[in-house]
């Protein structure tokens, strides 16, 4: 059974760069894309980008347009972790940001997700 | 970007009922939605892909219809298990998007 536990700072600074890290067990990294969503207080899920790592780091990746000059992700291989860097955090990246597997046959869903780390952006 | 638009946005309903939740795509994306039941303080988890296919070990009182730009998600004779926040997301085109989210709450 895969499972997913996102990791990384409950608070950043405005113009700060956000590392979070997600550690993927049941599952290695090279076998399905991974995705990071997130969510804003009242707000829907926001997809961030996909991301797909085999024998090396930078890997395979699509991102959100809203999001491609801040965003960059990367693996471990050997811890089994995919890491997001979202740079230049302002109060509207407030959110809880969660990671999730991709699955894609004929049609690209989401699961399992992890269980979500919550981001505050304040000084 | 694809909008997806839900609604209503909060639900009160009782035990027993029969609800629908609907998500309007502001252009075509076949059969490319997927539904999502999100707890308080739980991950989302998918309950159907592809408009109406039911994911492994969801309880057959959800069901899901639609094409094009119109889908339903319904919950029949509702359990105080389902009570929760419902989500479509379309998988048609990148950027991937979801719906606002439709909030059942017990009346």
């Known amino acids: 059974q895969v499972q997913l536990q996102e990791s990384g700072p409950g608070l950043v600074k405005p113009s700060e760069t956000l590392s979070l890290t997600c550690t993927v067990s049941?599952?290695?990294?090279?076998?399905?894309?991974w995705s990071w969503m997130r969510q804003s207080p009242g707000k829907g899920l926001e997809w961030l980008g996909n991301m797909y790592f085999s024998g090396t780091t930078s890997g395979t990746t699509n991102y959100n347009p809203s999001l491609k000059s801040r965003i960059t992700t990367s693996a471990d291989m050997s811890k089994n972790q995919v890491s997001l860097n979202l740079r230049s955090m302002t109060a509207a990246d407030t959110a809880v940001y969660y990671c999730?597997?991709?699955?894609?046959?004929?049609?690209?869903?989401?699961?399992?997700w992890g269980r979500g780390i919550r981001v505050t952006v304040s000084s | 970007d694809i909008q997806m638009t839900q609604s209503p946005s909060s639900l009160s309903a009782s035990v027993g009922d029969r609800v629908t939740i609907t998500c309007r795509a502001s252009?075509?994306?076949?059969?490319?939605l997927n539904w999502y039941q999100q707890k308080p303080g739980q991950a989302p988890e998918v309950l159907i892909v592809?408009?109406?296919s039911l994911q492994t070990g969801v309880p057959s009182r959800f069901s899901g219809s639609g094409s094009g730009t119109d889908f339903t998600l319904t919950i029949s004779n509702l359990q105080p298990e389902d009570f929760a926040t419902y989500s479509c997301q379309q998988s048609y085109k990148s950027p991937y998007t979801f719906g606002q989210g439709t909030k059942l709450e017990i009346k």
């Open positions: 049941g599952d290695s990294i090279s076998s399905y894309y």
């Open positions: 592809g408009a109406s």
């Open positions: 252009e075509t994306i076949d059969n490319f």
């Open positions: 999730a597997r991709v699955y894609s046959t004929s049609i690209t869903w989401f699961g399992p």
